[in-house]
């Protein structure tokens, strides 16, 4: 089996920024899609942005031109990059992985990221 585990999370001033770390932990052999979720309250779970095993990289309209997505192959670790938080980015994120070995994707447990106006 494996196992995901974010980490970066916490309370930021508008405008600032934080880094979302997910490691991968288990027996590995390759991944394919890595992502990033985030749910708020009442809302639902959406993509923030997702990384293919070649590195294509896609973004939903609201975080475009403010947040990076990035993996290490060889860490087993996909990264966000926020930066220009604002409010509305307040969610708890949470992480994504496709496994071929396993035939199926897995999440991670989330990790809360609040950002004050």
């Known amino acids: 089996q494996v196992q995901l585990v974010e980490s970066g999370g916490g309370l930021v001033q508008a405008g600032g920024s934080l880094r979302l770390s997910c490691a991968a932990s288990?027996?590995?052999?390759?991944?394919?899609?890595m992502g990033w979720y985030r749910q708020a309250p009442g809302k639902q779970r959406e993509l923030v942005a997702q990384?293919?095993?070649?590195?294509?990289?896609n973004y939903a309209d609201s975080v475009k031109g403010r947040f990076t997505i990035s993996r290490d192959n060889a860490k087993n670790t996909v990264y966000l990059q926020m930066n220009s938080l604002k409010p509305e980015d307040t969610a708890v994120y949470y992480c994504n992985a496709y496994f071929w070995d396993y035939g199926g994707s897995y999440w991670g447990q989330g990790t809360q990221v609040t950002v004050s106006s």
């Open positions: 288990g027996t590995i052999f390759s991944i394919n899609n």
């Open positions: 990384i293919t095993s070649g590195r294509s990289t």
